[in-house]
């Protein structure tokens, strides 16, 4: 599907029906496959042929959709995972091991900031968070020789820290280490990573992808330009014993890294996305490029109201004029970013709540980056575990709310919006 643009790659990529085939890609509700000789099952556990044995590896269902996600972002291969975290989580399990370090960005999604201070720790993992908007000389530094991996988000969450792709693809680069980029917000209609030099690509599709909050799920995309052979993995250029010494970089080529999180980390850990869930996000898929535009619109004039009210003190919208990151912002999503927002309330958090308990329309839930507006108080919800400390270093003081615009009517959603303010 490469010759097709990307709003009919939303569409039709990942599954073409032959002569009699459902024309909906179908739910294949099975955790295994039938097969009449013992040898075809013995290569596909050898990895020397290709096909379906047991749906935690691989599922026809999840395969199209997987094919279709790869193909928005450019990527060479994809694997769906259960959750986002997930996908985070095999994305640097099938790179580091205990005594390794990883370089992220401070602004991170409160679960994601966790996993990689506090869980990867136990693993014997290091973080070193840093701020992106570092110049390229002071981030140099940060870099050890153990550094496997730099982490950023494309948009950071709740933050809305823009990040310059480019200039921590070149720091990894340079360093012979991969970017991983979380582009969860943009989504691969806003922004494609892989185009400004990013190697694995991670989204929780359960925000925009799905655009329905109605299943859980993650994907990892696999550029297929990264050299694992560089002398810095060995785990992908020495034999895995597990698959009868077969050799990641030299049997499987640029598809060394989604391979081997597929049949040993998914393996071994085993947290597919279900095929429901597949066809589900499958369905959200298909009008993304839809959504998205209206999201990205809707987001424009209520951050435009906002920025003009006597009691808001500020607003954070990459897409809004005059933004601290709006000219990064056009530079990598001229077509719009997304539709979430931050801002703060001129009398603090205790005004904070009461706005968001006096919305009719927008809702207080935990979630963001769907259909329907909602709203939440980072502080004491999504980044609760972070310190006092931790909380300022990453930019969420205690009167940030983010929004999240749905595609609603844009008129209604500014009428809430000034009626729950006039109440404070």
Request: overall charge negative; hydrophobic content about 40%.
């Amino acid at each position: 599907m490469s010759n097709y643009r990307i709003n009919t790659k939303c569409i039709q990529s990942g599954y073409t029906p032959q002569s009699g085939e459902p024309r909906v890609v179908p739910i294949v509700q099975s955790t295994t496959y039938k097969y009449d000789s013992s040898n075809e099952l013995a290569d596909l556990f050898d990895l020397k042929a290709d096909g379906f044995f047991y749906t935690r590896l691989a599922n026809p269902t999840l395969d199209a959709v997987e094919k279709k996600i790869a193909d928005l972002e450019g990527g060479i291969g994809a694997m769906l995972t259960a959750s986002g975290q997930a996908a985070t989580t095999t994305s640097i399990l099938n790179i580091c091991k205990s005594g390794d370090h990883i370089i992220a960005s401070n602004a991170l999604y409160g679960g994601t900031f966790n996993l990689f201070v506090a869980t990867f720790k136990k693993l014997g993992i290091e973080t070193t968070l840093i701020n992106p908007d570092l110049s390229y000389e002071e981030l140099d530094k940060y870099v050890q020789d153990n550094t496997k991996l730099i982490f950023v988000e494309s948009i950071s969450n709740p933050q809305l820290v823009v990040t310059d792709i480019e200039k921590m693809a070149k720091l990894a680069h340079s360093h012979d280490i991969p970017l991983i980029v979380d582009n969860t917000f943009p989504t691969p209609i806003n922004f494609r990573p892989i185009e400004y030099g990013a190697d694995i690509v991670v989204h929780s599709t359960s925000k925009y992808m799905d655009g329905h909050a109605v299943t859980l799920g993650g994907v990892i995309v696999d550029s297929g330009n990264f050299n694992w052979a560089n002398g810095k993995f060995p785990e992908f250029t020495e034999p895995d014993e597990t698959y009868h010494g077969l050799i990641y970089t030299k049997d499987c080529g640029n598809a060394a890294f989604i391979t081997k999180a597929r049949v040993q980390l998914m393996r071994d850990y085993g947290m597919p996305l279900s095929p429901q869930n597949a066809f589900l996000l499958n369905l959200g898929l298909e009008t993304l490029h839809l959504r998205m535009e209206r999201h990205c619109s809707n987001a424009l004039k209520v951050a435009e109201f906002l920025s003009k009210h006597p009691k808001i003190s500020w607003v954070q919208y990459p897409g809004l004029e005059g933004d601290k990151y709006y000219d990064l912002a056009k530079k990598y999503m001229p077509n719009g970013t997304c539709g979430v927002m931050a801002f703060g309330l001129k009398d603090g958090k205790a005004a904070a709540q009461k706005f968001m308990e006096n919305l009719k329309l927008a809702a207080m839930v935990i979630h963001v980056a769907d259909a329907r507006t909602c709203v939440l108080h980072p502080a004491t919800t999504t980044h609760r575990q972070l310190s006092d400390e931790q909380l300022l270093d990453c930019g969420i003081t205690p009167e940030l709310l983010r929004m999240s615009i749905g595609i609603e009517d844009v008129e209604d959603l500014l009428e809430d919006i000034a009626q729950a303010l006039d109440k404070i």
